[in-house]
């Protein structure tokens, strides 16, 4: 596995990815590498490049991106359902569930949610709560909704950012 660090708004983001290069995790909560895995900042080129530009405020496509992140079948398929969501929109668990074809799974939909490991690129920042309120995420609140302000005022959504 190979990692680094890369500096952000947020604080420092840890990436990892396979030898041959998909990212596998990034996570914006401050956490050490594995020491097991080897530091190469030479396989992140393109993602820094990305996040860079996100956060340099431009609406940002992160498809195409290789990505390899391990999780059962239905995390995977919650996973892609989040890389849907437009840049600068959000929707619920309950809405994401339905999408899905199991209307009645909006916890099951949280629980996944809650263990994407590639945060920012499978944007888990623009799932919220049916009343509309910030709910969990694993980078803090703090940083869900800088994630959501920032794309918001990017995109002139009028999605209204609860506690901004």
């Not at 947020?10 to 290069?21: E, K, Q, R, V």
């Not at 940002?60 to 992140?69: E, I, R, S």
């Not at 999408?99 to 994407?116: E, F, H, I, K, M």
């Not at 490991?117 to 799932?127: G, L």
Request: with cysteine.
């Amino acid at each position: 596995m190979l990692t680094t660090t890369l500096p952000s708004p947020l604080g420092p983001l840890t990436l990892a990815a396979s030898d041959g290069g998909a990212l596998t995790g990034l996570w914006t909560d401050g956490r050490a590498p594995d020491p097991a895995w080897r530091a190469d900042r030479g396989p992140f080129a393109t993602v820094a490049e990305r996040l860079e530009a996100y956060f340099g405020g431009e609406v940002v496509d992160f498809a195409g991106l290789p990505t390899a992140a391990a999780g059962t079948p239905w995390q995977r398929r919650v996973w892609a359902a989040l890389r849907e969501i437009p840049y600068g929109a959000t929707t619920t668990y309950g809405a994401l569930a339905a999408r899905l074809g199991a209307p009645t799974a909006s916890r099951a939909v949280g629980a996944a949610n809650a263990r994407n490991p590639i945060s920012i690129v499978v944007p888990c920042h623009r799932v919220i709560g049916s009343s509309g309120a910030l709910t969990g995420y694993a980078g803090g609140l703090d940083r869900k909704r800088a994630l959501l302000a920032l794309e918001t005022l990017k995109a002139g959504a009028e999605v209204p950012i609860p506690g901004a």
